[in-house]
Each structure stands twice: as structure tokens, then as C-alpha cells.
T-cell receptor, first 106, second 117 residues
Framework: AQRVTQPEKLLSVFKGAPVELKCNYS??????LFWYVQYSRQRLQLLLR??SRESIKGFTADLNKGETSFHLKKPFAQEEDSAMYYC????????FGAGTRLTVKP | GAVVSQHPSRVICKSGTSVKIECRSL??????MFWYRQFPKQSLMLMAT?????????EQGVEKDKFLINHASLTLSTLTVTSAHPEDSSFYIC?????????????FGEGSRLTVL
């Protein structure tokens, strides 16, 4: 069975501080992992996916197979980053973690 | 990017009635669509996978006779909540993958808030 764990429901940082949203997964095969974001009053949208190895809006996430983790990081948080972030694992269907609500304070 | 549209965005109904929610992929074909349910301040719970031209695959604990899913075309899936009760009140979200990719990005609808009185 595939499972995604986001241990932090809430995360609050000050503007300009680094931020890391944790995600751990359990899956026996080769995982395809994503981070989705939901800004206030908007639909879920893709933030980034591990196979792209890209940086979106300053966020990066590295797949660590040894630690079965896919943590999302940003060196300098901005107020507009405040949102709900979901880590997701996909094979034939997408399974979401519980989500972390990030608040960036001015 | 690809667009998924849900309708209605809000619906209020009386207990015992049925409600249909539509999910459309506007600019791409989706052989597979997914229906999620989201409770307040909680994550998305996968209810079922809707496959074009075949029966939906329901997750454990989801009543297939209560949540009827039809995926009659490559751009439309519908979720019908039959004999709705107050405990069915929730936010229902559909999503779709472009084409027939096994794994890949999901495009989400805006969600439908169902309130059963």
C-alpha cells in the first residue's frame, strides 16, 4: 500500500526565513512524488514534481529514497507563500498527505 | 495548462434527494478522472477512480450504490449522491489526468460544496 505522511499540520515562519515542509512516503515500487498547493479560495494546483527536478516559485524538493522523504524547501519565505501544501504519491491514482498549512508572517 | 471544470460549485438539497455533480475536462481528453472528498480542514480522501467506458473503481469504505459515478465520454464524469443525508455534506473535488498516462500531474476542478439539510 502507498502512504504519504506530512507530520506537521501547521507551520508558521517569518518572512525571509527558510522553510521546510516535511513529507515521508511508504511505497514498495519506484515512487512518483508531487507537491500540490492550494492558495486561499483557489483550486489545488501542481507546485512541482520530483522527476522534473526544477525550482518553482523558489521551492525545491529532493527525493531521498534512503529516508523515503520528499521534503519541500524554500530558503527565503514570502508572505504570498502562505497556503495549504499537500505532498502526493502517484501510481495509478494520486494519494495525498494530510497537508500542512504554511503561514508566513510579515 | 489543462482545465477541469466542476458544476455546480454549490448545491443545497433536502435529505433523501439525489444530487448530480459534473466534472468536465475542457481542453483535453481524460480517460481517467478521480473523485475526492474533503472534510473541513482535512486532506483529500480518494473516493473512486472513474474510467471512461467502464465501471468506476471505489475505495474501501465508499458505498458504490450511494455515490454513483458515470464516465460516459472522454471529457465528462458525473458523481451522483443518491438519497443524500446530512452526513454526506462535504466538499467534493474531481480531477483528471491528461491522456492515458498511468502516473502524472492531476488537474483539479474547483470543487462542489454539497449541503444536505
Amino acid at each position: 500500500a502507498q502512504r504519504v505522511t506530512q507530520p506537521e499540520k501547521l507551520l508558521s515562519v517569518f518572512k525571509g526565513a527558510p522553510v521546510e515542509l516535511k513529507c515521508n512516503y511508504s511505497y514498495s515500487g519506484s515512487p512518483e512524488l508531487f507537491w500540490y498547493v492550494q492558495y486561499s479560495r483557489q483550486r489545488l494546483q501542481l507546485l512541482l514534481r520530483h522527476i522534473s527536478r526544477e525550482s518553482i516559485k523558489g521551492f525545491t524538493a529532493d527525493l531521498n529514497k534512503g529516508e523515503t522523504s520528499f521534503h519541500l524547501k524554500k530558503p527565503f519565505a514570502q508572505e504570498e507563500d502562505s497556503a495549504m501544501y499537500y505532498c502526493a504519491l502517484d501510481r495509478r491514482d494520486m494519494r495525498f498527505g494530510a497537508g500542512t498549512r504554511l503561514t508566513v508572517k510579515p | 495548462g489543462a482545465v477541469v471544470s466542476q458544476h455546480p460549485s454549490r448545491v443545497i438539497c433536502k435529505s433523501g434527494t439525489s444530487v448530480k455533480i459534473e466534472c468536465r475536462s475542457l481542453d483535453f481528453q481524460a480517460t481517467t478522472m478521480f473523485w475526492y472528498r474533503q472534510f473541513p480542514k482535512q486532506s483529500l480522501m480518494l473516493m473512486a477512480t472513474s474510467n471512461e467506458g467502464s465501471k468506476a473503481t471505489y475505495e474501501q469504505g465508499v458505498e458504490k450504490d450511494k455515490f454513483l459515478i458515470n464516465h460516459a465520454s472522454l471529457t465528462l464524469s458525473t458523481l451522483t449522491v443518491t438519497s443524500a443525508h446530512p452526513e454526506d455534506s462535504s466538499f467534493y473535488i474531481c480531477s483528471a489526468k491528461q491522456g492515458s498516462k498511468i502516473a502524472g500531474e492531476l488537474f483539479f476542478g474547483e470543487g462542489s460544496r454539497l449541503t444536505v439539510l
